[in-house]
């Protein structure tokens, strides 16, 4: 479930293919401090550890998993750097989700719904469509109008045009603020995703990270 959210993920914020590895996907962003993304197959405490103590300081390390606090104690063991904010990644049958319609713009895979209140885009968000799989990310309401539902509004909106285009299951990476949200649209939990950032100096043990990767 977690390739096939990458797979949208990656696709709405504009990058390459993944590249696939032994232990884990690889997705290059290009950005300060985040240069790659490394999301691991498995959260194997021998395979986490192995990729946390060779991860580079322009690197994060994404973990996905049932046992979120036991991982991220060990990856800040190995040296890295965990976020305090543990994600969730989240799944629901479209079928079964709220529907509502709002303004949509198509380009390709991609379907853009805005949300007007007197002319001015008070929410909005996105869904990329990979076969059965709709994946929503980046839904915003602007801060002078949240408590209104425009957030439920845009998810309806995205649900009901990914059934139009074939999609069966959604799929997305809930923040925190966002979790409550979607549990209330009907979204479930599947498992939690522990992110860390790389360190400036990976212990020496390590080795290259390209050779960790590949099992070398």
């Given at each position: 479930m977690m390739r096939r959210w990458l797979e949208g993920w990656r696709l709405c914020r504009d990058l390459g293919p993944v590249i696939g590895?032994?232990?884990?996907?690889?997705?290059?962003?290009?950005?300060?401090?985040r240069d790659r993304e490394l999301f691991t197959r498995?959260?194997?405490?021998?395979?986490?550890?192995r990729l946390a103590r060779a991860l580079p300081a322009d690197t994060w390390l994404t973990v996905t998993t049932q046992h979120g606090a036991e991982i991220a104690r060990r990856l800040a063991a190995a040296g890295t750097r965990p976020f305090e904010?543990?994600?969730?990644?989240?799944?629901?049958?479209?079928?079964?989700?709220?529907?509502?319609?709002?303004?949509?713009?198509?380009?390709?895979p991609l379907e853009y719904v805005n949300v007007l209140v007197d002319g001015t885009v008070?929410?909005?968000?996105?869904?990329?469509?990979?076969?059965?799989?709709?994946?929503?990310?980046?839904i915003q309401t602007e801060p002078a109008y949240r408590?209104?539902?425009l957030g439920s509004v845009v998810m309806g909106a995205l649900a009901a045009r990914a059934l139009e285009r074939g999609a069966r299951t959604g799929l997305l990476m809930a923040t925190t603020d966002g979790f409550h949200l979607y549990r209330k649209l009907g979204w479930s939990p599947e498992a939690t995703m522990v992110t860390a950032s790389g360190v400036a100096d990976p212990r020496p043990m390590s080795g290259d990270l390209g050779a960790v990767l590949t099992g070398g």
């Amino acid at each position: 479930m977690m390739r096939r959210w990458l797979e949208g993920w990656r696709l709405c914020r504009d990058l390459g293919p993944v590249i696939g590895y032994d232990d884990a996907y690889a997705a290059v962003l290009g950005l300060p401090g985040r240069d790659r993304e490394l999301f691991t197959r498995t959260d194997d405490p021998t395979t986490v550890d192995r990729l946390a103590r060779a991860l580079p300081a322009d690197t994060w390390l994404t973990v996905t998993t049932q046992h979120g606090a036991e991982i991220a104690r060990r990856l800040a063991a190995a040296g890295t750097r965990p976020f305090e904010e543990q994600k969730t990644l989240m799944s629901i049958d479209l079928l079964a989700h709220p529907r509502a319609t709002a303004e949509i713009e198509t380009d390709g895979p991609l379907e853009y719904v805005n949300v007007l209140v007197d002319g001015t885009v008070a929410a909005h968000g996105m869904v990329a469509i990979v076969g059965d799989d709709a994946v929503m990310h980046d839904i915003q309401t602007e801060p002078a109008y949240r408590r209104r539902g425009l957030g439920s509004v845009v998810m309806g909106a995205l649900a009901a045009r990914a059934l139009e285009r074939g999609a069966r299951t959604g799929l997305l990476m809930a923040t925190t603020d966002g979790f409550h949200l979607y549990r209330k649209l009907g979204w479930s939990p599947e498992a939690t995703m522990v992110t860390a950032s790389g360190v400036a100096d990976p212990r020496p043990m390590s080795g290259d990270l390209g050779a960790v990767l590949t099992g070398g």
